[in-house]
Every structure is written in C-alpha cells, then in structure tokens.
C-alpha cells in the first residue's frame, strides 16, 4: 500500500539509527539522511567522521552557494532551498519491498561552487521505479568551504595545502552507502558511482583513488570536463585572491598579494561566498576561479592524463556521456557579434596543435553559422566531446570496457542547442520538476516522454551489469578505437553514429 503525505509515515532502521520513510507509487523514499558529521564541531574545516545515530536525518538543506550560472538554463529550484554548512546529505529511493538491487549513486554538479544532489531536479524516483534500482543523491561541500580549507586563506593558514574537503565529503558518504544500503534494499557490492559535470570530475577522479577502492564497481561520467587540477602556484594564487577579498571585499587593492593575510575563521558565510565571488570574477574568460587541486593523494597531478588514469583505474565498465553543444550553455552571455573570426581563430589557435585541421572541421560541421557557434563547437569539442572520446580509448586498452554516448537533442529556448545540463531531466525522467526551466519550454511532451525513454535504459542496463541497453533490452555495443562509434540519442531514435576526427586538442 502506498502512503500519502495524510498519512503516518512508516520507520526503517538500519544498525543503530532509525529512519522516517515515505512510500508513494511502489518506491520508497528516505530524504535527509546523514552521512557524516564533523570530527570537530566547532571546525567548519574538520573532516567528517560517520553520523552519530540519534541524528539520522535532517530537513533538507544545501551546502551555501551562489546564484548559479546556469540559472538561465536551469530556472530557480536551487537557488529558493535553504542553506547550511551541515548539509552532509544524502537521499535514498528503492522500489518498495526492494533487497539485493544494483545501486546507482549520484554526483551533481555546478563548476564545484553551486548545486545540490536532494535539489528536486535529482528526484530518483521514476530511475528507482522503472530500473529496479537503489538510487543515491549526494550533498557535498562547495566552494572556497570545500576547495580552500587548510590553504592559507580559509582556516588561518596552519596548512598551506589543498585539502579537497569536498572529495572527502563523497568518500565518507561512499564509505557510509557501502556499510548501510543493504538496509535499503541495495546490494553494495553493485555500486555504480555516476555524476554530471564537476560531480563527474569527482566521480572520474575517485575512479582511480586508492581510499574509493572497493567502495563502487563501475562509473558513468556525464560531461565529464577536461579539467586539470590546480597546481601548487595556481591554488597558491587563487588562495591569495581570496584571501584577499575576505579581508578588504576588494581584490584589485591586494595588488600582487600585499595585505592578504589569514582571514578570521569565524567570516560568516555570506562574506566567504561574496569573496569566493570575486575570485570566480577575477579569471572570468580564464577559466574557473575556484576548483579542486592536486594534493597527491586524492586528485594527483596526473588526473587529467587519461592514458595514467586508466591504467590505475579500480572499476570495471565506464559510461561517458556529452551533449553535442555543452558550451553554449556558458557562451550565452557573451553577445554573439563580439565573437568574430580572429576570437574563433584565437581559441581554436591556443587549445589545438593543428588548428588549421580543427577549424577546417568545425566549418564543415557548421557552414552557414555564426563565429559564436563555432566558438561553441570549438569549445565543446575541447572540453567535453573529444575528451570522452580520448578517455573511452584508453580505458579500452587498459582493459576497461568503455561505452561512449552523445545527446543530440536540441532545447527550444534560443542559442541554447543541445547545451551542458539539458540531458539532466530526460535522464531522471520527472518533467514536473523541471516545470519552471527555460531550456525545456516549448519541448513537446510527447517528445520529451519518447526521449525520456529511450536514454533511461542506457544508464539502468549499465547500473544493473555494466552494460548500456536499448528499451528492446538489446546491448549497445562498446567502444573500440580500431573502429570508433559512439551511440547517439535524438529525438527521433538512437543509434550508432561516427565521432569526431583526431583534431589533436592541445593538453
């Protein structure tokens, strides 16, 4: 029997702690769960330690964030949630009566600043229901409260280097999944880890960490960025910056770093994110102000060289999923008649070792287009597109069975294309709670539905054996780079389609 908001909710327990849940159309649900909490309450920057179980759950909150910069696209659900620096969370979905099922956990992303896995974007609801799967969402810290801690800036300087607080914020919740999920109804030794974006980045990186051994089988990466870690000058740099804005609100007046002290522990949370602001406002055209860096442990130096990575890598099976026009989602504020021949030139001149190849393709691809489209092609290829193609490679030879998907699904909102985030909904499959997104007004429900289904089971066939699977069951076939194909989703049908050529982007 199913239970509605009117009626007393039901208790599930599991080892020492008990948890309310919720049963609406065969799935349960359990929100609000803890994973962890600080070994030193009183240290915003402590590491976390397992949940004590007399507070097993807690209202929903966020990790403090930022407007996010993709609020054009996504609409305002993350931005009208409740924030806290407590929000180690976690939601749980199994279908009802649920024991021994495939797990699938889930990373959100937001450029490592923004974004929540218990938004209710990330509803697992329908993915719980329809793969006969346990589903995971994940809270992690953000930010300068996640990236900085211990760096000279955040905490009074006592340790110079990163200390990647987020990464392990997803460690302990992994650690938490593989020791409770059974309770759930999940089999922990099923584990697949999934993410978008910067949730990929981490679930990429955790792929290959020695402390993430044994805790999930398999991944499935979702715009996976090419983005190397910080070095020790660039988080150097970016901690001074900050450092500096936490003391005066004004970086320009810290000149080369004069006056950046260690700023007081106690900064309140709305100064922290207004100088995190302005780091992110200090490399705007230059890429990310606030990211992880390599602290040679949990994200070495090396993280972005696929052929290394693969090689250490502790799963069985990868998924790797891109848009066709992940870049237009952060080239829409820029005025397409400001992107003219010598900009396109300039990019494609700086991020590929022939550029004359790779422009000559990307006018090929787009004849009749704007320099800004072209600039979105040039950029998404870089970033995303031929990364995934260069990491499927090398995880095949490295033994790793690899499936390489694209989404070539256009939104209707103008200039937005088939843009990063815009596979998101059809991949949960809950319109209703995307109803105030402006990338899916005037997309056809039929459309969307049709859609919806056939790349749910790419992703449930891979949770449930490794395996990516047509709504026919059929299995889609894996990469092979003697013969590369990805698989392509439209909105008329899937299918195998040819990927891009070797346009040698620069690394």
Known sequence: MSATSAEPLAVLSAGDAVYV???????????????????DPADRFSALGDPSPERPQAAATVFPQGPGSLDWLLGPALSRMPQSEDSFLLDIWAPEGAKDLPVLVFLPGGAFISGAGNVRWYDGAR????????VVTVNYRLGALGLLGGAGGVDGGANPGPRNLAAGDIL??????????EAFGGNPGATTLAGHSAGAWYAYV???ADRARGLFRRTALFSLPWQPPLNAAEFAERSTLFAAALGTGDIDSAGDGAGAGSPEPAATTGEILAAQAAVSKAYAGRGLGLMPAADGEAVPSWAMDFEAAAAAMHVDALLLSSTDDEAAAFLHALPVPAVGPEQLAGFVGAHYDAPAEALSFI????????DHVKLVEAMSLHQFRLAATELAGQATQAGIPATLLRFSVRSRLDGAGSPHCFELPFLFGNRPDWEDAPMLEGFPGDVFDSVSDLLQPLLLGFV???VPRTPEGHAVPRFDPRSPELYVVTETGAGPGGVEPELRPRR
């Open 21 to 39: 849940k919720e049963t609406h159309d065969g799935v349960v649900s359990v929100r609000g769960v803890r994973y962890g909490e600080r070994l």
């Open 127 to 134: 993915l719980a229901r329809e793969g006969g799967a346990v």
């Open 172 to 181: 302990q919740a992994l650690t938490w999944i593989h020791r409770n999920i």
């Open 206 to 208: 955790l792929s290959f």
């Open 363 to 370: 006018n090929a691809r787009h004849p009749a287009a704007t």
């Open 464 to 466: 449930a054996d490794g």
